[in-house]
């Protein structure tokens, strides 16, 4: 049983969490290329927040957006 648990921690940490020791190791040299991971998900979150508002726009501006506070049941 001992070595099932074993190899868990040999998967996770010397396989699976190498790249990010890489970039732990890359911060002491260049802190932007460190966190590309941290700026790819800013990038992602933020267009889907502007894909987010201009779908809503849309709704909004063909008056096909429900505003009424009864509309859902448990306002009631």
């Not at 001992?2 to 190899?7: M, N």
């Not at 502007?50 to 509309?71: C, M, R």
Request: aromatic share 18%.
């Amino acid at each position: 049983m001992k070595a099932f648990f074993e190899g868990i921690q040999y998967l996770f940490v010397d396989i699976l969490f190498a790249p990010l020791d890489f970039l732990r190791s890359l911060e002491l040299s260049s802190w932007f290329v460190a966190n590309t991971i941290n700026w790819i998900f800013m990038i992602i979150c933020a267009s889907a927040m502007v894909y987010w508002i201009k779908q809503l726009q849309i709704f909004n501006d063909a008056g096909t957006e429900n505003q009424d506070t009864t509309a859902h049941s448990f306002l009631k």
